[in-house]
């Protein structure tokens, strides 16, 4: 009998809402949930021990984030009422095993189909169901970074109605609309940064030395930002700018990632002297070369 009192209560608890455990032995203290439903319903813990959870309800399966202020970028995953467990990647956070979604398993083999198609420059439209075709924003707007603006374009348009409410079509559609106004050839804006954790400073402000400019947006925790900056600032004419994440209190809410439509680190944007912009979210391999390209035109 207590035996199957404990499997009933195991049931309930199934039944009635989510338990999400999470391990992650690189990080400490506060940790958030961020339950994307109609509107944001957030929950925050504390790690211990290298391990958190949290518990809730949801009325359908819905997109959740975590975040900490040492992630990479925030981790988004499809939030369902059941044990669900996650082994958090700091460094790689979409790289992190999941399970007790199946939503998100899902998601996952849908997204692994269409990134293989996006690989290859392939047609995706075949691929399209009513069932996979609810995932296409969230797939696209992981993949964004890695596509020109005009195949991105092509892509948003294959986006069916029935996917217009999801929070990755709003984020994706936000997206589109910031690198237009960040496109090649517009000029840098201006925005207030976190030269150090109580000492804000116009980005206006810093003097120009050098024909082009690096403006490599980091955290001072972020090992691989440490490796770019040392290949990136040899490079001859160009001057390295750190922006970091982690002096500034907001964190992965500064208003400055939002205005350029960051969502990873390290993300660097070239400039030329006049602070227009030449390229953005490249990878410093490319840099002596966009800037040989520029020079020549």
């Known amino acids: 009998m207590l035996l199957l009192t404990c499997a ?24 958030e949930l961020i339950v994307h439903d109609n509107s944001d319903i957030r929950y925050s ?20 984030e975590i975040r900490h202020r040492r992630l990479a970028q925030p981790l988004f995953f499809y939030l369902e009422n059941n044990n669900i467990k996650i082994n958090l990647n700091a460094e790689n956070p979409p790289s992190s095993p999941i399970t007790g979604s199946r939503t ?29 075709a609810r995932f296409l924003p969230h797939i696209l707007y992981d993949y964004a970074p890695q596509l020109d603006f005009d ?19 709003k984020l994706l559609t936000q997206h589109i609309a910031k ?48 490796d770019v900056e040392q290949a ?7 001057e390295w700018i750190n922006i970091m994440i982690d002096n500034d209190p907001k964190g992965w809410d500064a208003d400055y990632l939002e205005l350029f439509a960051i969502d990873h680190i390290p993300f660097l944007i070239l400039l030329d002297k006049e602070n227009k912009i030449i390229a953005r979210d490249v990878r410093v391999w490319q840099l002596p070369k966009l800037i040989k390209e520029n020079i020549v035109r």
């Open 232 to 238: 990136g600032s040899a490079i001859d004419g160009t």
């Open 45 to 64: 813990t504390s790690i211990k021990n290298g391990t958190f959870s949290f518990e809730g309800t949801v009325k359908k399966p819905v997109v959740a």
């Open 179 to 226: 690198v237009q106004a960040v496109s090649e050839g517009a000029k840098m804006a201006d925005f207030v940064f976190y030269e150090q954790p109580k000492k804000t400073q116009h980005f206006d402000s810093i003097p120009l030395t050098k024909d082009y400019r690096v403006v490599c947006f980091g955290a001072k925790w972020c090992d691989k930002c440490k």
């Open 104 to 132: 998100n398993s899902e998601y996952r083999i849908v997204g692994e189909t269409i990134t293989q198609l996006l690989k290859r420059n392939g047609d995706i439209s075949g691929v399209l169901d009513v069932s996979s």
């Open 8 to 31: 009933c209560n195991l049931f309930t608890l199934h039944a009635q809402g989510f338990v999400v455990y999470g391990n992650c032995a690189s990080l400490k203290g506060k940790v």
């Open 151 to 169: 195949r991105l374009a092509s892509l948003y348009a294959l986006i069916d109605s029935s996917a217009f409410d999801t929070y990755h079509y």
